[in-house]
């Protein structure tokens, strides 16, 4: 063989073996990566050709598929659109899937490995294909409420059992229809599509979870609380300074009360009833008293910082680092660069309501094939133990006096003991406060522990606090889980 003829025999032998080793990977490694792409429409054709399954919130479907006469046999349905949209998610041809809808798509479109025995019956049987139904958490009274009590304002709500970590409520507002983008008329979900993602109010953003995360405001009082009590040096009862404002060390900058006066008489405050009252001053002293390192450990056992997958992912929560202590006063009060889902908020309040235990949150309680069968199910699973059951005991007690005599009291709801704290946080010159309330009830024996934030004042505007525009929406939440 000549030289010419063996440097062209190499040549082949090398794009054979390239073509060899390409194949190889895609078939192998990359099959599965790439046919659950969201815009995969080799995917999404097979997958209109047969029923995908239900989204269920208390055994009625939230979303699912109707058989139709065009060239996608079935399309997608959200009979609660809006109310729904950040947990399901939409299901899309041409812009793919969101949410539940792309987090448990394999399951939906009946493409799991766990199907893959009921998948040999209907062959068998000659049965058309069927995706799983998955079950969500929520309760359809709690979502209701939480997505009334956001109409008009921008603004998101989180409602968790704290005993397991359920979600029970995930209302984010404003929110968008979903059957816009699951319409078979692709011009039409094209037009909806760029409209709902160039509104500057952000329709698409699941505020509970994601975003650019906001200042938590005073809600992250209890965590500074639960910092000084779990260091020893402090009970509900000792004293703090509590001026009218507090002189931040090295400046001439002056750190003022949201309301008139001091603290208390002389100047002076117990622990206990600076949460209650919501007395800035207090603990922005504290925070400096505790130090940088104690606040901040504190905030990542409670979870600042770490990644949650509900199963959408959920952005960490963020307490800042290299502090000087004008700034970690502002951080105590959960201003200057602290910042925090809804998610995370309720958290919070859910560890200190289940005895210092803090429950990983979850979105699905179950996958069911269509003879209802449990493919799946989640069990409750313990993200973090931050405080000890006594301190989560005392700060059970202190927050219900934020709620019988404190900034809290529009939470009451008769005959039932509330825990919970307010929030109003500013979060930019000239802009009105993002307003919070958190809490839990029955105090006594917490049934559910919710998480409000409304934007920049919601529609009471300038005059906003968290007691006056979230404790009402928060109350009407609670009431919805525990049946007042």
Sequence with gaps: MNAPIRRLGLVVAAMFCSLLVAATI???????????????RRTLLASYSKERGSILVGGNAVAYSSPTDDQLKWLRKYPQGPMYAAATGYYSFTYGSSAVERHYNDFLSGSSDKLFYRRLVDIVTGKSAQGASVQLTLNAKAQQAATNALKGQRGAIVALDPKTGAILAMATSPSYDPNLLASHDLNAVQ???????????????????????????????????????????????????????????????????????NCGAGDKVSLTRALAISCNTAFAQLGMDLGQNSVRSMATKFGFGKSVDIPMTVTPSVFPSDLNKPQLAQSAIGQFEVRATPLQIAMVSAAVANGGTEMTPYLVQSVRDKNLDVIQTTDPKTFAKPISGDTASQLNTMMQSVVTDGSGTGAAIPGIKVAGKTGTAEHGSGANADVWFTGFAPADNPKVAVAVLVENGGTVGQEATGGLVAAPIAKQVMEAVIGK
Excluded: C, V
């Design 26 to 40: 895609i078939q192998f490694a990359q099959a599965r990566s790439l046919d659950n792409k969201p815009g995969n």
């Design 191 to 261: 037009s909806a599509f760029t409209r709902l993602s160039k509104d500057p109010a952000q329709p698409l953003l699941n505020r509970a979870i994601n975003g650019n995360l906001y200042p938590p405001g005073s809600t992250f009082k209890i965590i500074d609380a639960a910092a000084a009590l779990e260091s020893g040096k402090y009970t509900p009862e000792s004293t703090l300074p509590g001026p009218a404002s507090l002189r931040l060390p090295g400046t001439n900058s002056y750190l003022p009360n949201d309301f008139p006066g």
